[in-house]
């Protein structure tokens, strides 16, 4: 049950493919010299494949130690080969952003639109990422400028964020009678059928939070400024439009989305509402959304859930099947917790020719199914768009959640339709509708939050009118469906994304979103599972909104966000009528 990262790289090999690098980096300098608008098209081409050559070589170095920490956080030579990788991979990126600003027309000698038109369909899986680098000329600075700020964010706002994640690895929970010492473990009691046990973990986070708020919102405040300072700089019209940007997702489809989602706020009204009744109280209280329906769970071993999500994706797609089967049979998944592992889940996409390595913490609940789906769901995606060059292989952010949340919907409706015992419908339903809250309705609010404190952060702000902001937002976000203690006004500080990746959280909801609507057509026409597979196969080789177009979506328009929604309705009634 653990994982073989011998596919990747031998540690034994890892400074003879670090001295392989450095070699080719030397060759690529030499390209950097011969850089003209004249240059001939075999000559650009060998210099793309030359970049994506060391770009697989790098991922190899990188993720092996990354993979290796992962699952031993005392590994000392994991840590050591990490530094190396970064220390490299900096090197790096001083002669690749060279080309990236001569690519843009930023450095003599000038590579002219028509040259840059002969020079680019060279490689037609390129073409894409090299015509989107050019367009973001208009966002870039010159190379001292770039070189300086690629520097600040490594040894400057980037530390940042270290800073604060060693503040909280040092505090020390009381919740209850209990003592606690990672921030993990404690949110993880949000999650107990005891009531008293909900309060009391999520009372000791929020007031530690509180007890620390200037240190917090000193952190924030220069995350904030440092983003704003640099967007002003590079001529972005707002702070959120840096990130629409980066996700090449068009500022109208970000605005109906996040429109949308707090139109339809109320879906989840309905179902707090319900869940006030199923727990015997008058209104729902903040500290019980997360509240188990389950007065039991079915025991699962991880074999029977490999065998539960497999089955589900045969019936599905063939495609999906014969993916994670794949996976699984290559011993590419690290199953179980241990004292030295991180705690959650993730897939990991080294290169197109390695099948992509799963962590998982598997205890043998039933969510841990969902877990697995989603998990084989993103590696799914990554074989499924293989064919590509390593450096467009993975779908951006707005596509990245498309395959995992699909896996989870199929396996989820599989079980339901299984399953003989309501009490257990009643529970996984009620812990489906939850889970659409956390990544819908929470994440949009997360963003609007950002976009108020971005604006206002600038004319002055104390600690206690940001906190005032989110809890403003909090009761925007739950109307009179919950009832919210003033401790939350506090939330925000713990939120890792606000400090790590401003504006990310609305990923999430476009995520979730569009792979419901996805399912939903699937559904009325099986005919539709082509264009679905069509979709992921593209990887990140295509604008996102034109890959989604080829399949008559429109994520510009409102109708196609809210009729997303349907889904979590259609939950929500056959709750009721359980």
Same mark, same amino acid.
């Given at each position: 049950?653990?994982?073989?990262?011998?596919?990747?790289?031998?540690?034994?090999?890892?400074?003879?493919?670090?001295?392989?690098?450095?070699?080719?980096?030397?060759?690529?300098?030499?390209?950097?010299?011969?850089?003209?608008?004249?240059?001939?098209?075999?000559?650009?081409?060998?210099?793309?494949?030359?970049?994506?050559?060391?770009?697989?070589?790098?991922?190899?170095?990188?993720?092996?130690?990354?993979?290796?920490?992962?699952?031993?956080?005392?590994?000392? @030579?994991?840590?050591?080969?990490?530094?190396?990788?970064?220390?490299?991979?900096?090197?790096?990126?001083?002669?690749?952003?060279?080309?990236?600003?001569?690519?843009?027309?930023?450095?003599?000698?000038?590579?002219?639109?028509?040259?840059?038109?002969?020079?680019?369909?060279?490689?037609?899986?390129?073409?894409?990422?090299?015509?989107?680098?050019?367009?973001?000329?208009? /966002?870039?600075?010159?190379?001292?400028?770039?070189?300086?700020?690629?520097?600040?964010?490594?040894?400057? !706002?980037?530390?940042?964020? $270290? =800073?604060?994640?060693?503040?909280?690895?040092?505090?020390?929970?009381?919740?209850?009678?209990?003592?606690?010492?990672?921030?993990?473990? =404690?949110?993880?009691?949000?999650?107990?059928?005891?009531?008293?046990? *909900?309060? $009391?973990?999520?009372?000791?986070?929020?007031?530690?939070?509180?007890?620390?708020?200037?240190?917090?919102?000193?952190?924030?405040?220069?995350?904030? *400024?440092?983003?704003?300072?640099?967007?002003?700089?590079?001529?972005?019209?707002?702070?959120?439009?840096?990130?629409?940007?980066?996700?090449?997702?068009? $500022?109208?489809?970000?605005?109906?989305?996040?429109?949308?989602?707090?139109?339809?706020?109320?879906?989840?009204? $309905?179902? /707090?509402?319900?869940?006030?009744?199923?727990?015997?109280? +008058?209104?729902?209280?903040?500290?019980?959304?997360?509240?188990?329906?389950?007065?039991?769970?079915?025991?699962?071993?991880?074999?029977?859930?490999?065998?539960? !999500?497999?089955?589900? %994706? +045969?019936?599905?797609?063939?495609?999906?099947?014969?993916?994670?089967?794949?996976?699984?049979?290559? +011993?590419?998944?690290?199953?179980?917790?241990?004292? !030295?592992?991180?705690?959650?889940?993730?897939?990991?996409?080294?290169?197109?020719?390695?099948?992509?390595?799963?962590?998982?913490?598997?205890?043998?609940?039933?969510?841990?199914?969902?877990?697995?789906?989603?998990?084989?769901?993103?590696?799914?995606?990554?074989?499924?768009?293989?064919?590509?060059?390593?450096?467009?292989?993975?779908?951006? =952010?707005?596509?990245?959640?498309?395959?995992?949340?699909?896996?989870?919907?199929?396996? %989820?409706?599989?079980?339901?339709?299984?399953?003989?015992?309501?009490?257990?419908?009643?529970?996984?339903?009620?812990?489906?509708?939850?889970?659409?809250?956390?990544?819908?309705?929470?994440?949009?609010?997360?963003?609007?939050?950002?976009?108020?404190?971005?604006?206002?952060?600038?004319?002055?702000?104390?600690?206690?009118?940001?906190?005032?902001?989110?809890?403003?937002?909090?009761?925007?976000?739950?109307?009179?469906?919950?009832?919210?203690?003033?401790?939350?006004?506090?939330?925000?500080?713990?939120?890792?994304?606000?400090?790590?990746?401003?504006?990310?959280?609305?990923?999430?909801? /476009?995520?979730?979103?569009?792979?419901?609507?996805?399912?939903?057509?699937? @559904?009325?026409?099986?005919?539709?599972?082509?264009?679905?597979?069509?979709?992921?196969?593209?990887?990140?080789?295509?604008?996102?909104?034109?890959?989604?177009?080829?399949?008559?979506?429109?994520?510009?328009?409102?109708? %196609?966000?809210?009729?997303?929604?349907?889904?979590?309705?259609?939950?929500?009634?056959?709750?009721?009528? =359980?």
């Amino acid at each position: 049950m653990k994982w073989n990262l011998k596919e990747i790289l031998e540690v034994k090999d890892f400074d003879k493919l670090s001295k392989e690098i450095e070699k080719e980096l030397e060759k690529l300098k030499i390209w950097v010299k011969k850089l003209s608008p004249k240059m001939s098209r075999e000559d650009f081409e060998k210099m793309l494949r030359l970049e994506e050559e060391m770009g697989v070589k790098m991922s190899r170095l990188a993720y092996l130690p990354h993979l290796m920490e992962a699952v031993n956080q005392k590994d000392q @030579q994991a840590k050591v080969l990490s530094k190396k990788a970064e220390d490299l991979g900096l090197k790096i990126s001083q002669t690749s952003t060279k080309i990236g600003l001569w690519i843009q027309g930023k450095t003599e000698p000038k590579l002219d639109d028509k040259n840059a038109k002969r020079l680019f369909g060279v490689i037609k899986d390129l073409e894409y990422s090299l015509l989107r680098s050019r367009e973001g000329a208009k /966002f870039s600075l010159n190379e001292r400028e770039e070189e300086i700020i690629r520097h600040k964010d490594s040894n400057g !706002v980037g530390v940042i964020g $270290d =800073l604060r994640r060693m503040i909280e690895t040092e505090f020390e929970y009381k919740s209850g009678k209990k003592k606690i010492k990672s921030q993990a473990e =404690l949110l993880s009691l949000v999650h107990s059928p005891e009531s008293k046990v *909900r309060e $009391d973990a999520y009372r000791a986070l929020l007031e530690t939070q509180k007890k620390n708020i200037d240190k917090f919102f000193a952190m924030y405040q220069a995350i904030v *400024r440092d983003w704003a300072y640099e967007a002003k700089l590079r001529g972005y019209q707002s702070p959120i439009r840096v990130r629409n940007w980066g996700n090449d997702v068009p $500022d109208k489809a970000v605005e109906s989305l996040l429109s949308v989602c707090t139109e339809e706020k109320e879906v989840f009204w $309905d179902y /707090f509402k319900w869940k006030a009744k199923r727990l015997g109280v +008058k209104k729902l209280k903040r500290f019980d959304i997360y509240a188990p329906m389950a007065k039991k769970d079915k025991k699962i071993s991880y074999e029977e859930a490999v065998g539960v !999500v497999l089955e589900s %994706f +045969k019936e599905f797609s063939s495609e999906f099947w014969q993916a994670a089967r794949e996976i699984v049979e290559k +011993k590419h998944i690290d199953v179980y917790p241990s004292p !030295v592992k991180i705690g959650g889940a993730f897939c990991a996409t080294v290169e197109p020719k390695i099948n992509p390595y799963i962590m998982l913490n598997f205890t043998g609940k039933t969510r841990d199914i969902s877990t697995l789906a989603h998990e084989l769901g993103h590696g799914v995606h990554s074989i499924l768009a293989n064919k590509h060059l390593a450096s467009v292989q993975q779908s951006g =952010l707005p596509l990245a959640e498309t395959a995992s949340t699909l896996a989870e919907l199929v396996v %989820f409706e599989k079980m339901m339709a299984q399953e003989k015992d309501n009490e257990l419908k009643k529970a996984w339903l009620s812990e489906k509708i939850a889970d659409a809250y956390a990544s819908i309705c929470r994440q949009n609010y997360f963003v609007k939050f950002e976009i108020e404190a971005h604006e206002k952060m600038g004319r002055g702000l104390s600690p206690e009118d940001l906190s005032k902001i989110y809890l403003g937002n909090l009761k925007e976000q739950f109307g009179d469906s919950v009832a919210i203690d003033p401790l939350f006004a506090y939330e925000w500080s713990y939120i890792s994304h606000l400090f790590e990746s401003p504006f990310y959280c609305y990923a999430y909801n /476009f995520g979730e979103l569009l792979s419901y609507n996805l399912y939903r057509k699937y @559904q009325q026409d099986k005919g539709f599972l082509k264009k679905i597979i069509k979709i992921l196969a593209t990887g990140g080789s295509e604008k996102p909104s034109k890959i989604l177009a080829t399949v008559g979506v429109d994520i510009e328009k409102k109708e %196609f966000w809210r009729e997303s929604f349907e889904v979590i309705k259609r939950w929500q009634k056959e709750l009721e009528e =359980l």
